[in-house]
């Protein structure tokens, strides 16, 4: 009989205990080798679809979950939304990415609760799966530093919606900026009628549990009839479309994936594609969005450092930055930049964010003019953009 020590949390060794779920024994054994090689984590179960993983739940009582999205009986999403109701703790999702609708399933398990996905490299059953070995073990890191209190902020089901009932159901479909490339941008629909030059511009970073945080700000901010919203959400390719259009579908403002070269328009949000840095070009009177495959920053691409520094380069005073809820530091010298330049800052006040790595690297770094819990964000923002001049009486600089 093993004497092994455990922690006085029932962990073995001090290590999170991991049930790995997924359809495919391959698969199962692939991500157990994964989980267990680190050191870090120890699997204490699997289970072949969402219905075992729920019979083993109440038995095991692991500490993480990882999931598969799509899955026969009882698929993720589902055996996800009894997690969340039953034993609330952190999950991550393990996606074929845009596979048969697996990109818009791993936003919907955002949406519900998950606090971060893994995009498997090469569908549902990846040989491959090592290729990103460090991905999942990040997002278990990532996964292991939230609480059941911080779970509870990301499902719906246990906290309140701040999405307001005005918003629109329509979701507008757009092919994603790594299916084209950097090609020329397409007309885009608008909800603003102005189609001007954004005199001010809004930049926001996010990372672990940015999805849920962004859907619940972005409905309540006005269609700015001056000022421009650009996102930095940390997500790889295939998904960023996706969640662009699902932000459109929920604001006021006229949300897409940006688009290499094209013009910066007021009342419009752009997200920045998977896989590609986002920065400003042009002058004030001229903004562009720039898209790029320059090297990772801070291990990510897209960066919030690159998109902050160019914007204050741009736009200078007419300029503020948005940090929120996320794992790490991306964002924080950025935000000094934009500071220095004359620009503006809000934090997420760290207990409300899943994980306040980057706002408590913003803060130590660059401090903030607010800090504000994640449900007092839009008006920060609404307020700060307000409150300023125009941006063409500022330098025009070019980026």
């Not at 209190?149 to 790594?178: C, I, N, W």
């Not at 299916?179 to 996010?206: E, H, K, M, T, Y």
Request: charge should be negative; charged fraction near 20%; proline fraction near 6%.
């Amino acid at each position: 009989m093993s004497t092994s020590s455990a922690s006085a949390d029932g962990r073995v060794g001090g290590r999170r205990r991991v049930l790995v779920v997924d359809d495919s024994a391959f698969m199962r054994r692939l991500v157990s080798d994964i989980v267990a090689s680190s050191g870090e984590f120890e699997v204490v179960g699997t289970a072949r679809d969402g219905l075992d993983a729920l019979r083993q739940m109440p038995l095991l009582d692991p500490d993480l979950v990882t999931l598969d999205v799509d899955m026969p009986n009882l698929d993720g999403l589902a055996c996800l939304d009894r997690i969340m109701r039953e034993w609330p703790r952190p999950v991550v999702m393990l996606s074929a990415g845009g596979c048969d609708g697996g990109a818009e399933a791993t936003l919907r398990a955002l949406d519900r609760g998950a606090v971060e996905f893994v995009r498997k490299p090469s569908g549902a059953i990846s040989l491959d799966l090592d290729l990103v070995r460090d991905q999942l073990l990040e997002a278990l890191r990532a996964a292991a530093s939230v609480t059941v209190l911080d779970v509870r902020l990301l499902s719906p089901s246990l906290s309140p919606s701040l999405t307001p009932s005005h918003v629109s159901t329509e979701v507008v479909a757009r092919g994603s900026a790594h299916d084209r490339g950097l090609r020329s941008p397409a007309r885009v629909s608008s909800r603003s009628a102005s189609g001007q030059a954004p005199s001010f511009i809004v930049c926001i970073a996010a990372s672990t549990g940015g999805p849920a945080a962004l859907s619940r700000l972005l409905p309540q901010l006005p269609r700015f009839e001056r000022a421009a919203v650009l996102i930095v959400q940390h997500m790889p390719a295939g998904f960023t479309a996706s969640f662009a259009s699902r932000l459109h579908g929920i604001s006021r403002l006229a949300v897409h994936e940006a688009m290499h070269g094209e013009p910066l328009l007021a009342g419009h949000a752009y997200v920045a594609p998977g896989g590609f840095h986002l920065r400003v070009g042009g002058t004030p009177r001229a903004p562009s969005a720039l898209l790029d495959q320059e090297p990772t920053e801070w291990g990510v691409r897209p960066a919030a450092d690159r998109l902050f520094k160019s914007a204050a380069h741009c736009y200078g005073a007419a300029c503020l930055g948005v940090v929120l809820t996320g794992m790490g530091r991306d964002g924080a010298d950025g935000l000094l930049a934009i500071r220095q330049a004359g620009g503006l800052a809000v934090v997420q006040e760290r207990t409300s964010c899943v994980i306040p790595g980057m706002p408590d690297a913003a803060l130590r770094v660059a401090g903030a003019d607010e800090i504000v819990a994640l449900s007092d964000v839009p008006a920060a923002i609404a307020r700060l953009v307000a409150g300023q001049g125009r941006a063409d009486d500022h330098g025009e600089n070019i980026a």
